[in-house]
């Protein structure tokens, strides 16, 4: 088990002795881990949305119905769902910052690859795999939170992170927007 496995209580061999102490210690893991994690849940929720946007002219662009697209879009939820537990299985086992890199990883480059579609079936099968890559990401957080922060904290965190839905609609429906003004630049 690594240093950012453990809890800061863990990792200083005992308790915090004060309120104030105790505090301070939350409010420094705090700025510690919920902006990198925040980001990287725009970022996910970004990676979710985007697909309806490009449905604008994806479809057309690879000869998909709406619904081989309904299907397809769909998939990555089939992908998250079915791979949700045992992501969180192997997150225990390897420990949340292997375990999340390697999520962010494998959805990074599935997200890269998606860029190779080229009609029906493999847009079905990357956005599959895309739901596999991510899956465990969200509920893996959660039980990291729960290595990170005593329960009277974990709400402030949890709430911090899960801001990240509203900010990526508000910033990824203008991105969207201007990149299918770009006319295939």
């Known amino acids: 088990m690594s240093a950012i496995d453990i809890s800061p209580a863990q990792q200083f061999h005992a308790a915090p002795k004060t309120k104030v102490e105790g505090d301070a210690i939350i409010s420094k893991v705090m700025w510690r881990l919920i902006p990198f994690i925040f980001a990287c849940y725009v970022v996910s929720y970004l990676d979710r949305i985007n697909v309806g946007f490009a449905a604008l002219t994806m479809n057309k662009d690879l000869g998909l119905t709406a619904t081989q697209f309904g299907w397809g879009a769909g998939l990555f939820f089939l992908g998250y769902f079915s791979f949700e537990v045992p992501s969180n299985l192997m997150m225990q086992r390897f420990g949340a910052r ?83 003004q770009m006319d295939g630049l």
């Open 98 to 180: 292997i375990w999340i890199a390697r999520i962010m990883i494998t959805w990074g480059l599935i997200s890269i690859a998606t860029a190779f579609v080229v009609g029906p079936k493999s847009f079905a099968l990357a956005r599959f795999l895309l739901g596999l890559a991510e899956a465990g990401f969200t509920p893996g957080i959660y039980l990291y939170f729960t290595s990170w922060f005593p329960g009277e904290s974990r709400a402030k965190a949890t709430a911090a992170f899960l801001v990240g839905i509203p900010v990526a609609n508000i910033i990824g429906s203008p991105i969207s927007g201007a990149i299918m």
